[in-house]
């Protein structure tokens, strides 16, 4: 749907006022906006000197302010620019009617630029009105739509807040949220590409400075605790070339419907398994000291406070098993990482106090990271020792995996069948000492994906050759695998006959939620990076599987850093819970 465009100002012309007023050519002179802004990325008539006449619309945040005209009639090139300078200073303000005469130049803005006028001379005529254009969806050309006042009638949904308090700016999208491009389709390919130029329409930076750098509008109440997804009303500005890409500098303050918290998931099954990423839990020397750590707590109450939302989050999904992620590798002993977490579940009271962690002896690895698996005790056993696997990728790169069989007890006594959980960690999409295949590929999988797609490869070898003496049929992949569903570590497994929990259960009426899933939001994209992939007979055993979207949504200020309370932001991914038919068998 094409912006509605207004046909006309509604003009109240007073006599052209003496102080500060230049005698400029005739208006027979005076050209159309949309002539200086063409239809392209660039203006037609770049270095040369024109003369425009318009209504200033709003000043500019840094500087400068925008005008805007009646239009040329065409809909393709925009009817308003920047200007960046002018004799009359700052006597210049909005609702002024000017004629002007300047250079036209295109202002370097990050990958793009923004067509203004510099060396201006002005000559104020009147007074006038702006009538925003009326933007009814998102829009697939932005830059037609340049310097130009507009209303969004579609949808604005918040997509990330982190800039508010440093840049007094957020992240929205109109109509719909974004994606990850390679969530939904193979890096490199059409449809990615397709995904790549709808989250461009539909992405667009808010910011509340004016013109003269302080606040112009006001956020809405309660903007930065806000969740991602949340909606804002009345969005209305100036649109504007930014290095981070197009904003909308607003002129009235919107209204927040803010997007509520979810409750816990529930799924059926009679054996839950959770996964979840601690993002750093890191518990000093064990005895108060060790303060701040290498990565998370810094301070003995900040990690009571990280250790209480973690208890919040386990506790509420009421797992049977759970997978951990970016746990301290500091051992096992009574000071480890991994004992405060049972300690402080049982402290709490949570399981009825039956909370137990595998102990694999060291490690595994020695990343300053590794992953690890606790467990009820009153509902499943541990058969025999953990099995991990290091060499290769595993170790320097990626965490190295590690394998545990565990059986449904009833009374003390074995009551269904041996489920195998192997719980992984793979390298990140950070670039530091990437080399060679490893390195940004410019396919949006980013780096180290051949890292990650060789230990998808060797994982499945390890998983399908009973490492634990206690059965491969029924095993569980679970953890953060640094991958978006389409990209080639998934895909990887897929060929070698693993199936995507949530593909499995979205395909089954029992899985009400299990609709489009997500585990990470990052620069305002949903995609996921926690996984859970089951051998074909699990397969046929899964009964639930969803996700609790408890962090990825939330702003950080939510978190134990900030005093946030709750389980809210006790990482920076969501937790996911499945749910199996394992006992009586």
């Not at 050519?25 to 037609?44: H, K, M, N, Y």
């Not at 992240?171 to 490199?188: I, Y």
């Not at 990470?520 to 996921?528: M, P, Q």
Request: aromatic share 6%; with cysteine; hydrophobic share 40%.
């Amino acid at each position: 749907m094409t912006p509605t465009r207004p046909t006309a100002f509604a003009l109240l012309l007073v006599p052209c006022l003496l102080a500060g007023c230049n005698t400029l050519s005739s208006p027979a002179d005076a050209i159309a906006i949309g002539r200086v802004q063409g239809t392209g990325a660039q203006s037609p008539l770049l270095g040369q000197t024109v003369t425009v006449e318009g209504v200033v619309s709003a000043g500019a945040k840094g500087g400068g302010w925008f005008l805007q005209d009646n239009g040329d009639g065409d809909e393709a090139s925009s009817d308003a620019i920047f200007v960046a300078g002018n004799d009359a200073g700052d006597r210049i303000v909005p609702g002024d009617r000017v004629r002007l005469r300047g250079v036209v130049v295109e202002q370097a803005r990050g990958r793009a630029s923004r067509t203004a006028l510099e060396q201006a001379q002005v000559q104020r005529l009147g007074h006038g009105t702006v009538t925003p254009v009326a933007v009814a969806e998102a829009v697939a050309d932005w830059e037609r739509l340049e310097g130009m006042a507009v209303r969004i009638q579609a949808p604005v949904l918040l997509a990330d807040s982190g800039d508010l308090g440093k840049h007094g700016r957020v992240l929205a999208s109109v109509g719909a949220r974004l994606w990850q491009p390679t969530e939904r389709a193979g890096p490199g390919t059409e449809a990615a590409r397709a995904i790549v130029a709808d989250n461009a329409r539909r992405q667009l930076w808010l910011e509340a400075g004016g013109g003269d750098g302080e606040l112009a509008v006001a956020w809405p109440e309660g903007l930065a605790q806000a969740r991602s997804g949340s909606r804002l009303d009345g969005v209305s500005g100036v649109l504007d070339q930014a290095d981070a890409g197009y904003r909308l500098q607003l002129t009235s303050s919107p209204s927040l419907a803010a997007a509520p918290r979810p409750q816990p998931p529930k799924v059926a099954g009679d054996v839950r398994v959770a996964a979840l990423n601690l993002e750093n839990l890191f518990n000093g020397d064990g005895h108060g000291g060790g303060f701040p750590t290498p990565r998370g707590a810094r301070t003995p109450a900040e990690l009571s406070a990280q250790l209480a939302k973690h208890v919040a989050i386990i506790s509420a999904l009421d797992a049977d098993i759970v997978a951990l992620m970016e746990l301290e590798n500091d051992g096992y002993g009574r000071d480890s990482s991994i004992a405060s977490l049972v300690d402080a579940l049982n402290a709490a009271g949570a399981g009825g106090a039956h909370w137990r962690f595998v102990d694999a002896g060291r490690g595994p690895g020695d990343n300053a990271i590794r992953v690890g698996l606790i467990y009820r005790g009153d509902r499943v056993r541990a058969q025999g020792r953990p099995v991990t696997m290091e060499g290769g990728p595993f170790g320097p790169h990626s965490r190295a995996p590690m394998a545990q069989a565990f059986v449904p007890i009833k009374d003390g006594r074995v009551d269904g069948a041996t489920l195998v959980v192997i719980a992984n960690h793979f390298k990140s999409k950070g670039c530091s000492g990437a080399e060679g295949d490893d390195r940004d590929q410019g396919d949006g999988a980013g780096c180290w994906n051949a890292t990650r797609t060789m230990s998808a490869r060797l994982l499945a070898s390890f998983a399908i050759a009973n490492p634990t003496g206690h059965g491969r049929s029924l095993t569980l992949l679970v953890g953060d695998f640094n991958a978006y569903a389409r990209e080639s570590p998934l895909r990887a497994f897929e060929e070698d006959g693993w199936r995507d929990a949530f593909a499995v259960a979205a395909s089954s009426s029992d899985a009400p939620n299990s609709e489009a899933p997500y585990s990470y939001v990052y620069d305002g994209k949903l995609g996921r990076l926690d996984h859970a992939l089951l051998s074909a007979d699990l397969a046929k055993r899964l009964r639930g599987a969803a996700e609790w979207h408890s962090n990825a949504d939330e702003p950080e200020s939510a978190g134990y850093r900030d005093g946030g309370a709750g389980p809210w932001r006790s990482s920076d991914h969501d937790p996911l819970l499945l749910g199996f038919d394992l006992r009586g068998r």
